[in-house]
């Protein structure tokens, strides 16, 4: 008997050319055609939207099947035995000569109740083709609702818990007025000073005090997004001046998890700042090289994004609120099959600069965010939410 491992056989391919090379002194070697049956275990779901287009998909739904099929470039004429875990029936098993099965997982097939503990719900699905050959696969599947760690009742105990939900260094910047301790008076503050201002177009900065630190609050009035970092100046005067926290958040459902997700979001921002000021490095390239941060917000976007997606967040945020919004900044996909001159990315600002030296400091920041990424699929071109690396 002989093992042999062979990578890059495509799946519509049955057979590959073996040769025998025997010791030295010995027979001569022989060439023989082999049989192989490349086979793969793939899983599809419909669009969320209205439609009939299959995708494989990073975080799947529970309101559409799954579809679970052996794929091969041979005819089938195998017995396969799948296996599917049930939180209830402990396993679902159906034994068939079919090579494709359709799982529910809203409790036609199988019932994932919708709570705290399946908040990051894994299913491992398996089918045993002809009792010898075992194929496996592990999806994530979102629920309805966002659920996690309960959130504060009262207004102002929801400031505190919000403003401790993260251990932001001291080294970054201050919130308040002088000689103010009081976190409640901060955050009202901040509200009248630097947001009612901001809303008109006009930003002023408060006055930065040493040895403070960043503190995240929460805006009382409505506003289209869930959190903000605010900073003053350029360059070697860049400083970090706040990040907050907007009502969105708590309209939108979110648990702590999530909450300390964005605020985790905007600490990156307060942290790319932080790097502006020093000397020869990358972000300070950028921010020298564009007439203002709004002109590169796409890699600081996908920057603060990619720190996220490694937050203990339930499905449901990670695929509705942070991969759309990350895939859309790194490189729009579904725009640009629309208008490809509309959609504007990361990837995109990227490959159009000329400059050589901000361009590798450019590079050097979407490789980071690239390396970060915590899911495969991610990175795989037939997945829902695939991105490339930075050329």
Not at 280 to 293: A, E, L, N, Q, Y
Request: charged fraction near 25%; charge should be neutral; include cysteine.
């Amino acid at each position: 008997p002989q093992t042999m491992y062979v990578e890059g056989i495509k799946i519509n391919s049955d057979s590959i050319s073996a040769e025998y090379i025997p010791p030295k002194n010995k027979t001569v070697g022989q060439t023989k055609m082999l049989n192989v049956g490349v086979v793969s275990l793939i899983e599809q779901q419909l669009d969320d939207n209205v439609g009939n287009s299959f995708h494989q998909k990073v975080i799947y739904t529970t309101p559409r099947a799954i579809v679970f099929e052996v794929c091969s470039g041979q005819i089938f004429k195998h017995c396969f035995f799948w296996t599917v875990p049930d939180t209830i029936n402990e396993f679902w098993n159906r034994s068939q000569t079919s090579n494709k099965i359709s799982v529910h997982y809203n409790g036609i097939t199988v019932k994932v109740p919708e709570n705290d503990s399946n908040r990051r719900f894994t299913s491992d699905v398996s089918v045993l083709i002809d009792g010898k050959l075992k194929l496996n696969k592990t999806v994530r599947i979102a629920q309805e609702n966002y659920h996690g760690t309960k959130v504060a009742d009262s207004e102002l105990d929801k400031r505190i818990e919000v403003i401790g939900l993260l251990q932001v260094p001291k080294i970054f910047s201050d919130t308040e007025t002088p000689n103010e301790e009081n976190i409640e008076y901060s955050q009202k503050w901040f509200e009248k000073n630097l947001l009612g201002y901001w809303e008109l177009g006009l930003p002023p900065m408060p006055v930065l005090i040493n040895d403070k630190h960043l503190q995240y609050a929460i805006k009382t009035k409505d506003i289209s997004w869930f959190g903000a970092m605010y900073h003053s100046g350029k360059q070697d005067e860049a400083k970090a001046v706040v990040a907050v926290l907007f009502d969105r958040c708590y309209d939108r459902g979110f648990k702590q998890e999530e909450l300390r997700a964005v605020a985790k979001h905007e600490l990156q921002h307060a942290y790319q700042v932080k790097d502006i000021a020093k000397v020869g490095s990358d972000w300070r390239i950028v921010d020298k090289h564009f007439p203002t941060s709004a002109d590169y917000s796409f890699f600081s976007e996908v920057d603060a994004d990619s720190v996220v997606l490694n937050a203990n967040t339930c499905w449901k945020f990670m695929k509705v609120d942070l991969l759309e919004h990350f895939t859309k900044h790194y490189h729009n996909k579904k725009e640009e099959e629309i208008d490809e001159k509309a959609a504007m990315s990361a990837l995109k600002q990227y490959d159009a600069i000329s400059d050589a030296n901000v361009k590798k400091a450019v590079r050097n920041i979407l490789q980071k965010v690239y390396m970060r990424i915590p899911y495969d699929e991610i990175k795989r071109k037939n997945y829902d939410f695939y991105v490339r690396p930075p050329k």
